[in-house]
């Protein structure tokens, strides 16, 4: 089944405690990218990738970093949680670029973040 | 990405079709406008993409007007599962950066 995995789906932790949120997809799309969505502001995008080793920034990008080491996988890592980071995130991707065609976005269910 | 402003919420009553407006006046000639709806806090889901024809698959029809500056989603027979957040984009095909909006909070009322 073709999907796009996050994980953890859940994880309350503590101020400054690195973590990293997976994501995971089997569709061997080149695009992936991570957003933030909050109450009252929509979906945000925090980075993407085009492609293996290529990534930029979104429109939030700031306490994020991503890799982009293999095609399937494009971890977002917090490398110092803070509160105002407390959100729910998704994960998505797409395949590469037909011609004049951004393509259909498969996102995953989603990964609830408590910073305490 | 062309700028797209959709209305905060709206009502429908089941059964009845659900039109969903979307502006995107800034859009170029080469930017599809593509549909996606949120139910509670699931991931989005695709619902439809157009260039300046309209569309039909089978979950809904995209109007898209002449001049290319607004469309419409149109869910022609709503039912109490379509009550979720729609968001319309209109994406650079070569870019990566999506802006979403906060999208059409759409209430199916019995």
């Known amino acids: 089944e073709a999907q796009v995995t996050q994980n953890p789906r859940y994880l309350i932790t503590v101020t400054g405690k690195k973590l990293t949120v997976t994501c995971s997809q089997n569709?061997?799309?080149?695009?992936m990218s991570w957003y933030r969505q909050d109450p009252g502001l929509g979906l945000r995008q925090i980075y993407y990738?085009?492609?293996?080793?290529?990534?930029d920034k979104g429109d939030v990008p700031e306490g994020y970093k991503v890799s982009r080491k293999e095609k399937r996988n494009f971890p977002l890592i917090l490398e110092s949680p803070s509160p105002n980071q407390t959100s729910l995130y998704f994960c998505?991707?797409?395949?590469?670029?037909?011609?004049?065609?951004?393509?259909?976005?498969?996102f995953g269910e989603g990964s609830r973040l408590t910073v305490l | 990405d062309a700028k797209t402003t959709q209305p905060p919420s709206m009502d429908c009553a089941e059964g009845r079709a659900a039109n969903l407006p979307c502006n995107h006046s800034t859009i170029s000639g080469n930017e599809y406008v593509y549909w996606y709806r949120q139910i509670h806090s699931q991931g989005p889901q695709y619902i439809i993409h157009?260039?300046?024809n309209n569309e039909t698959n089978e979950m809904a029809s995209l109007i898209i007007t002449e001049d290319r500056k607004s469309s419409t989603l149109i869910l022609p027979h709503a039912t109490l599962r379509d009550t979720a957040v729609y968001y319309c984009i209109a994406p650079k095909p070569q870019g990566g950066k999506l802006i979403f909006g906060q999208g059409t909070e759409l209430s199916v009322k019995p």
């Open positions: 990738s085009m492609n293996v080793e290529v990534t």
């Open positions: 157009g260039l300046k």
């Open positions: 569709m061997n799309h080149e695009y």
């Open positions: 998505a991707s797409r395949r590469g670029r037909a011609s004049g065609l951004f393509g259909e976005l498969f």
